[in-house]
């Protein structure tokens, strides 16, 4: 059950990310406008448009370990990790006034909740089970 439900986290993060770096690419200043960033400089959309390919890429991956996420444990390991930057630097900003938190609230909290789910879903090595010696079969004597 546990495992049904990382794929489909896994899943579902690699559609966001393929969705979301290809709004970055083709569609950079709508981005900006979304995020109520104004009079930025042109060069900009080359960075988010860069920024998008990241976010491409990495559905990718995510999409992949969703085939097998124990084999794959590594990204869930980064998207540990990713929810938990995004997370930290959005609030850093936020609290230098950098930001908004309408600009940043929501990816603060959907990072933040990425991240607890996947610790709470990450998927353990399996243990193994001794067999004890009284469940094993008497050895027959010798003769």
Known sequence: MKLTILRGL?????????????????AP???ERAFHFHDLPPAVGYMIGMWGCVFATMGFG????AT???RHRV??????ARGVLECTLGLIYLARGTVTFQQVG??????????????VLYPRKPRLIK???????????SS
Do not use: C, H, K, R
């Open 106 to 119: 929501f990816g603060v909290i959907v990072a933040a909740m990425i991240s607890v789910a996947y610790l």
């Open 75 to 80: 990204w869930i390991q980064v998207g540990i």
């Open 131 to 141: 067999s004890s010696e009284s469940s094993s079969p008497p050895t027959p004597p």
């Open 10 to 26: 896994l899943l579902l993060d690699a559609a966001v990310l393929f969705l979301l770096g290809a709004v970055l690419i083709l």
């Open 68 to 70: 097998n996420p124990i």
């Open 62 to 65: 995510y999409l992949v370990a």
């Open 29 to 31: 200043g709508q981005v």
